[in-house]
């Protein structure tokens, strides 16, 4: 009940899990595993007259639910060991808590975590403060490479074959050249949708590509995808 899904940005994980919570019936929460994260974000926290403020992560870790922790592979270290520990054994410590100390994870508690990488600390350009986790820690899931669905894709441009092969041709592009730009599912989505609204590829691309360096839009050939499916 532990998964780890990695993969390029836009590849649709938060969509896949939020999807699966509502296939399983269950609650759902999303946490950002940024450096800036600590216990207590998950645990919940204690006010100075003993007051305990509980959090979403702790009910559904009681009660049963679906946790997204997304950025899992830029997590804190010390952070990373106490997940690891919970993962474990089953029990989450909730120290702040002066009436109940630790939660017994439930038995439909579905742990996924989210990464651009594999976790093995070797990141890119893209993805350059991106940690190392450690075997243990990866040990306690199943790990999937999370891709680009093509086909889907290819729905979502809502039949505008054209429009299809110029994103794929830019996607291309971008990889070839390692530029640090995300050609993702949810800018076919929304290309699609311009498409529908009247608007060509010419509009499309150059509206995408705006934002980039000069270089950059040298290197993709912007102008020639655009002739090639126009």
């Not at 759902?28 to 926290?45: I, N, P, W």
């Not at 243990?136 to 490479?145: C, G, M, S």
Request: with cysteine; net charge neutral; glycine share 10%.
């Amino acid at each position: 009940q532990n998964v780890y899904i990695y993969g390029k940005a836009g590849t649709g994980k938060t969509t896949m899990a939020k999807q699966i919570s509502k296939i399983l019936g269950v609650d759902f929460a999303t946490y950002s595993c940024s450096a800036g994260m600590s216990e207590s974000m998950l645990t919940g926290k204690c006010l100075f007259d003993g007051t305990y403020f509980s959090t979403k992560f702790v009910e559904l870790v009681k009660n049963g639910g679906l946790i997204l922790l997304d950025e899992f592979d830029a997590i804190d270290g010390n952070l990373g060991v106490y997940m690891n520990s919970f993962l474990a054994n089953g029990v989450l410590p909730t120290p702040n808590n002066r009436d109940e100390q630790e939660v017994i994870r439930h038995k439909d508690c579905y742990i996924i975590c989210a990464g651009n990488t594999s976790g093995n600390g070797n990141g890119s350009r893209m993805y350059s403060g991106r940690n190392r986790l450690d075997g243990a820690t990866l040990d306690r899931f199943t790990i999937i490479e999370f891709g680009y669905d093509t086909k889907l894709e290819k729905k979502l441009v809502g039949g505008h074959n054209s429009l299809y092969k110029a994103l794929n041709q830019l996607r291309k592009k971008v990889d070839e050249f390692e530029l640090e730009r995300v050609v993702s599912t949810r800018l076919y989505l929304r290309c699609g949708q311009w498409m529908s609204e009247g608007k060509d590829v010419k509009y499309c691309i150059e509206t995408l590509t705006n934002p980039w360096l000069d270089s950059e839009r040298d290197k993709v050939e912007v102008n020639k995808i655009i002739s090639a499916n126009s």
